[in-house]
């Protein structure tokens, strides 16, 4: 989102509509009897930000198409690798990577975009001063990109089992959490990423390393079964690698309980450092 899209007025004023006179202040926190009140904040926050982010066309294209179409970019080189050998077929190797990349662009890019552009924008700083804690501010803002990847990854399993013939996944119960662990790390990440980016123009600049290493290294591009040992148990340790595996792992059944408890652990204790790091880090105020 460029500064000049208007996104101050239409995410502070739907900010206004939702905490009612933004005269009072923070309390840090949510009462349980503020539940209701809570989640017509984060809905009328998530609206406004799914408007703002349907202006911004590149934004939606990057979103949208790259994670279609940047799998079948990859495939004469996955052609290349003996995948019935580590029990891997090109339906469930084309649909990891897919989904892969929308953890990278459909929520971790965009969100930095969103984060950078609404904290110059002055955005975050006037929804501050309202009734909206700083948790509901930031989960609001990245809700319409977490439901695009959600909706994006249903639509590529059904899509992926009906052209690629997939298959039916061998262990289903692995899919939901691999998904939930890409998306919420990605988001995390996204909003840690943003702390340290001045503008939204470089913001492209400052994704790049993790986009670059997950790629290469969290087996999204390449199965991680095909790198050399040594490497790939450093590549598991990579943010997005756990969520990869127990993605892959739910359509192949291959993996076991300990390699499943390891991918979860690995994949919360991530979530955890990446809060924390937002908590400590994250830029309120323009960096100018």
């Known amino acids: 989102m460029r500064?000049?899209?208007g996104g101050e007025d239409g995410i502070a004023g739907e900010g206004c509509g939702v905490s009612g006179v933004e005269t009072a202040g923070r309390d840090g926190g949510v009462r349980s009897g503020d539940r209701a009140a809570a989640g017509r904040r984060l809905r009328a926050l998530a609206r406004a930000e799914l408007t703002l982010l349907g202006r911004n066309?590149?934004?939606?294209?990057?979103?949208l198409a790259v994670p279609l179409l940047l799998p079948f970019s990859v495939r004469p080189a996955i052609d290349q690798l003996d995948l019935k050998k580590q029990g891997l077929t090109i339906g469930t190797t084309l649909l990891t990577a897919a989904?892969?990349?929308?953890?990278?662009?459909?929520?971790?890019?965009?969100?930095?975009?969103a984060y950078v552009a609404r904290r110059e924008e002055l955005v975050l700083k006037r929804l501050r001063t309202g009734e909206l804690s700083d948790a509901e501010i930031l989960t609001g803002t990245a809700l319409p990109a977490l439901g695009i990847g959600l909706a994006q990854a249903l639509v590529l399993c059904a899509g992926c089992a009906a052209l690629?013939?997939?298959?039916?996944?061998?262990?289903p119960y692995l899919?939901?959490?691999?998904?939930?662990a890409g998306y919420l790390?990605?988001?995390?990440?996204?909003?840690f990423t943003a702390s340290f980016t001045r503008t939204v123009e470089s913001s492209q600049v400052t994704a790049m390393p993790l986009m670059i290493l997950s790629m290469l290294g969290s087996g999204i591009t390449v199965p991680t079964e095909f790198l050399p040992d040594k490497l790939a148990t450093?590549?598991?340790?990579?943010?997005l690698s756990p969520a990869v595996r127990l993605f892959r792992g739910g359509w192949t059944g291959q993996l076991s309980t300990g390699e499943t408890l390891t991918a979860l652990v690995t994949a919360l204790a991530w979530s955890i450092l990446a809060v924390f790091a937002v908590r400590r880090w994250f830029r309120w105020e323009p960096r100018r």
Do not use: K
Not at 57 to 63: D, E, K, N
Not at 164 to 170: E, F, M
Not at 185 to 191: E, H, R
């Open 99 to 113: 989904v892969g990349f929308s953890f990278l662009f459909a929520v971790y890019t965009s969100l930095v975009n």
């Open 164 to 171: 690629l013939h997939t298959g039916t996944p061998r262990a």
């Open 185 to 191: 790390v990605s988001a995390a990440l996204a909003a």
């Open 175 to 180: 899919i939901l959490p691999g998904l939930l």
């Open 234 to 239: 450093v590549c598991e340790l990579l943010p």
């Open 3 to 5: 500064a000049g899209d």
């Open 57 to 63: 066309r590149g934004v939606v294209f990057t979103a």
